[in-house]
């Protein structure tokens, strides 16, 4: 009668482990789409720069400093692995070429740069919202992974703690600022 016990206790605790397992590798997934949906919406910003260069350049030939300045951080920043370094420099320089839309009233009153102004903008906004997004999976994972019983197992079943996102050195500054509205355009 024992031994039926202590069977019955290491087959209900195999259960268990067996469920945090899999509530972990859901958890850590993710976290990993959170990754993947951000490294989408930069790929996505960066595919968009060439078609606004090629707007610019219309209107703008003369600041080839300012256009190749951008081509060269884009080509940077979307080779390889995403790194912060390598995406401040690309804001950096694709700041630079929006604001040629105030030095150029033309190419501000352009429907193209325009169009792709807006377009811009709005994977800024899906990647502030990936950001987000992302963060709550750290948080529902490492909430998970710290949680009793959890925490028994989780490190010797190789699930380590992931870091939630954080801002890079091109984004600091900006969320902290009043944005500018113009109604006269």
Same mark, same amino acid.
Request: charged share 25%; net charge negative.
């Given at each position: 009668?024992?031994?039926?016990?202590?069977?019955?206790l290491v087959?209900? @605790?195999?259960?268990? !482990?067996?469920g945090? =397992?899999?509530?972990?590798? %859901?958890?850590?997934?993710?976290v990993?789409?959170? !990754?993947?949906?951000i490294?989408?919406?930069?790929? $996505?910003r960066?595919?968009?720069?060439?078609?606004?260069?090629?707007?610019?350049?219309? =209107? +703008? +030939?003369?600041?080839?400093?300012?256009?190749? %300045?951008?081509? %060269?951080?884009r080509?940077?920043?979307?080779?390889?692995?995403? $790194?912060?370094? #390598?995406e401040?420099?690309?804001?950096?320089?694709l700041?630079r070429l929006?604001?040629?839309g105030?030095? =150029?009233?033309?190419?501000?009153?352009s @429907?193209?740069? $325009?169009?792709?102004?807006?377009?811009l903008?709005?994977v800024?906004?899906?990647? %502030? +919202?990936?950001?987000?997004?992302?963060?709550? @999976?750290?948080?529902? =994972?490492?909430?998970?992974?710290?949680?009793?019983?959890? !925490?028994?197992?989780?490190?010797?079943l190789?699930?380590q703690? +992931?870091?939630?996102?954080?801002? #890079?050195?091109?984004e600091?500054?900006?969320?902290d600022?009043?944005?500018?509205? #113009?109604?006269?355009?």
């Open positions: 009668m024992g031994f039926l016990i202590v069977i019955g087959v209900l @605790a195999g259960i268990v !482990v067996v945090i =397992y899999n509530r972990l590798v %859901a958890l850590r997934q993710n990993n789409q959170g !990754v993947a949906d490294d989408a919406q930069l790929r $996505q960066h595919d968009l720069v060439p078609n606004l260069v090629e707007t610019v350049k219309g =209107y +703008a +030939a003369h600041e080839s400093e300012t256009l190749e %300045a951008v081509i %060269a951080a080509n940077t920043a979307a080779e390889g692995p995403i $790194q912060s370094g #390598d401040q420099q690309f804001k950096i320089a700041d929006l604001a040629l105030e030095a =150029y009233p033309d190419l501000k009153a @429907a193209n740069f $325009q169009e792709l102004q807006r377009e903008a709005m800024e906004d899906k990647l %502030a +919202a990936a950001r987000r997004a992302l963060n709550a @999976a750290v948080s529902q =994972y490492n909430t998970g992974r710290e949680s009793f019983p959890a !925490v028994l197992f989780a490190g010797s190789g699930f703690e +992931a870091d939630f996102h954080r801002l #890079d050195d091109s600091k500054g900006e969320v600022q009043v944005p500018e509205v #113009d109604f006269k355009s």
